[in-house]
C-alpha cells in the first residue's frame, strides 16, 4: 500500500521559510515524479513545483509564482520529497499536497493527505 505523508506546515510570518517534507511508503520516490501542489481556500488546487523521476534527470519545474523562492527536492535515502519555500507571502496560504506518480505517466495516482500553511501578513 502506498502512502505519502504531508508535515511541515504551520504559521508563519510574511517574509518567513518553511519546508514541507512527503514521506514515502510502498513506493520508490526516486522512480517517481513528485508533484507538490496547493488548494487555497475557494480555489481550484493548482501547481506548485514537481521533480522528474531519477531516470528522467531529476527535472525540476515551478510555478511562475513561486519561481526563485521554493526549492523542490528529494532524498532518495530517506524515501522522502521536500519543499523549501522563502519569503513566503500570504497568497501562499493554502494546504499543500504531494502527489507520486510513475514517471512518464499523464498523471497523479497517490496523493498525501495535505498539511496547512498559513501566512499572517
Known amino acids: 500500500q502506498v502512502q505519502l505523508v504531508e508535515s511541515g506546515g504551520g504559521l508563519v510570518q510574511a517574509g518567513g521559510s518553511l519546508r514541507l517534507s512527503c514521506a514515502a511508503s510502498?513506493?520508490?520516490?526516486?522512480?517517481?515524479?513528485i508533484g507538490w501542489f496547493r488548494q487555497a481556500p475557494g480555489k481550484e488546487r493548482e501547481f506548485v513545483s514537481g521533480?522528474?523521476?531519477?531516470?528522467?534527470?531529476?527535472?525540476?519545474r515551478y510555478a511562475d509564482s513561486v519561481k526563485g523562492r521554493f526549492t523542490i527536492s528529494r532524498d532518495n535515502t530517506r524515501n522522502t520529497a521536500y519543499l523549501q519555500m522563502n519569503s513566503l507571502q500570504s497568497e501562499a496560504t493554502a494546504v499543500y499536497y504531494c502527489?507520486?506518480?510513475?514517471?512518464?505517466?499523464?498523471?497523479?495516482?497517490?496523493w498525501g493527505q495535505g498539511t496547512q500553511v498559513t501566512v499572517s501578513s
Open positions: 521533480i522528474s523521476s531519477r531516470w528522467s534527470g531529476a527535472r525540476t
Open positions: 502527489a507520486s506518480r510513475w514517471g512518464g505517466a499523464s498523471s497523479y495516482d497517490y
Open positions: 510502498g513506493r520508490t520516490l526516486s522512480n517517481n515524479d
